[in-house]
């Protein structure tokens, strides 16, 4: 067929599909009529407003459809309704209602549809309360070696940044730090990632996550047999491929165990409240051991959640916790006096030349976490959250139909001047004080999402950051040219600043 068939054949399925779909969805014309929003029209509904616009652009027009229309508010993308809440109250009722544990239909477009992050809601059940004794307290501590390993290595590549007049961007060495602790917690191998396999990985999944965000406002590219037509899915692929072969590589490793589980015939007696001898602990708990572990004593884990677990840890952990720290680092160059306050409790509490952060120290730095929590505040990685309604859910002002796809503005209410001040835009460490968060909503800070469906690893992140972060303090001053101000925000499936992270440094 010539390349004008092909768009002809493939635009008049579309118009079929999005028919169909829309006279399926006669609540949802109801539930759009019932609620404010941006104009739509035919076949593409609102997406006209995101087509041909930057993602920095991209990301102002939701914050201009949020802010201009009243939550709840409706967007139309193709034939799919999207309704967008940031109020806290209504944040609290979806986050916890049984009618929202699923995730949106377009986190399918990740391809670990059996980890946690994207799972449907029966899977994700059965696997999260398999693995949340994975990241206990004590499994967590064992990994203080490695973080304080990878730290010290990251300090070591940074010394050829001292004393240079001119600025770097310390996302790129930040990010292979996160990268070879996620490795080496995740695969129980040392992969060495700090160099130029580890830029290779993160240039992999910045380009599949733009991918990600291209196919996301461009509705058409929704259904998967029609994405599968065009030259993005042979990148995105590619871009995989490179991102997930440091886990194929350990996985042929233990082929054996795996053709184990692949080849048994019964399913194995689950093991109540297994536990580890305490000598066992003394050395790191490696995730991949923890899985095969599983997937023996409950028959649960099979190849491919084994695959798809294994693979959301690794693009989850890292990237999140690489920006999240990337934009401490940028807050700290950029507020002088909170950088020296950070480094004074450090000093403090692990004195001005140690050797290894301790486990039992990380609780001893208060104002350290308020300044980590202060920064994700304002840069929250996950932006917007999508679950998609599986009943109808009544919230405040409107019921969302069965089918809807619920978006949760994570940014918008962490920057609600009603709840947090008059200066809400402001950097502010102080907001974490005790006096202060006393009395505000629980469900104004979201960070790692709330809820039965949160973050799992949301310990394992805030443990690792502290830890770089006490060796980042312990040998540079940071400094930079940049002002609040002057930052400029984009939305790439994660909330990025566009300016980048640069930076200066001078040795302690």
């Given at each position: 067929m010539?390349?004008l ?12 599909w ?14 759009s ?23 920095e652009?991209?990301f ?19 034939p ?18 049984s009618?929202?544990?699923?995730k ?8 670990c ?17 398999h ?42 060495y930040i990010?292979k ?17 700090q160099?130029e396999?580890?830029?290779?990985y ?9 991918l990600?965000n ?19 899915y ?13 886990s ?54 099979d ?17 999140t ?12 160059a950029i507020?002088q ?54 009943d109808d ?16 503005g ?29 009395h ?20 394992y ?48």
């Open positions: 010539t390349g068939a092909v768009f002809v054949t493939t635009l008049g399925l579309f118009v079929l999005w028919t169909v779909w829309r006279l399926r969805r006669w609540k949802h014309l109801k539930l009529a019932d609620l404010n929003g941006p104009p739509d029209f035919p076949l593409i509904g609102s997406a006209h407003l995101f087509l041909g616009k930057s993602t652009q991209q102002q027009c939701i914050l201009d459809i949020t802010t201009t229309y009243q939550s709840p508010c409706r967007v139309w993308l193709g799919k309704l999207f309704v967008f809440i940031d109020n806290a109250d209504d944040l609290q009722t979806v986050l916890n209602a009618q929202c544990l699923e949106a239909h377009v986190y399918r477009f990740f391809q549809e059996t980890g946690l992050f994207s799972a449907p809601a029966p899977i994700w059940k059965v696997h999260r309360k693995l949340n004794p994975c990241f206990n307290a004590k499994i967590l501590a064992s990994f203080m070696s490695v973080f304080n390993a990878k730290s010290a290595i990251m300090v070591d590549q940074l010394q050829r940044r001292v004393n240079q007049p001119k600025q770097f961007n310390v996302y790129e990010s730090c996160t990268l070879d602790m996620v490795c080496a917690t995740t695969l129980g191998t040392n992969m060495q990632l160099n396999q580890g830029d290779e993160i240039a992999a999944i910045e380009r599949a996550s733009e990600l291209h196919r996301l406002y461009k509705v058409w590219l929704h259904p998967e047999w029609i994405y599968r037509l065009t030259s993005y042979k990148v995105q692929q590619q871009c995989y491929a490179t991102a997930y072969k440091m194929r590589r350990v996985l042929a490793l233990r082929g054996d165990e795996l053709s184990e589980i692949r080849n048994r015939s019964t399913v194995p007696v689950e093991k109540p409240n297994s536990s580890q001898p305490v000598d066992e602990y003394r050395k790191p708990q490696i995730y991949i051991d923890q899985l095969f572990r599983l997937a023996k004593e409950t028959g649960v884990f190849e491919r959640a084994i695959r798809d677990e294994i693979d959301t840890i690794i693009l989850g952990g890292n990237e916790s690489a920006l999240t720290l990337s934009h401490v680092v940028l807050m700290l507020h006096d909170v950088q020296q306050r950070v480094y004074e409790e450090l000093v403090a509490t692990l004195g001005s030349s140690f050797t290894e952060v301790e486990n039992d120290q990380l609780s001893r730095l208060p104002y350290m976490e308020m300044v980590l929590k202060e920064t994700m505040r304002l840069f929250p990685v996950g932006p917007v959250i999508a679950r998609q309604c599986t859910l009544k919230i405040s002002n409107a019921i969302i139909p069965n089918g809807v796809t619920v978006v949760l994570i940014f918008n209410v962490q920057r609600s001047g009603k709840h947090w001040g008059p200066a809400a835009d402001t950097f502010d460490p102080d907001n974490f004080l005790p006096e202060r968060s006393t505000r909503h629980p469900y104004c800070f979201l960070p790692f999402s709330a809820g039965p469906r949160n973050c799992i690893g949301y310990k992140g805030l443990m690792s950051m502290k830890v770089m972060l006490c060796r980042l303090l312990a040998a540079f001053r940071f400094s930079t040219d940049l002002t609040m101000e002057q930052l400029v925000l984009k939305l790439d499936i994660t909330l990025k600043i566009d300016n980048k992270h640069m930076v200066r440094i001078v040795p302690r």
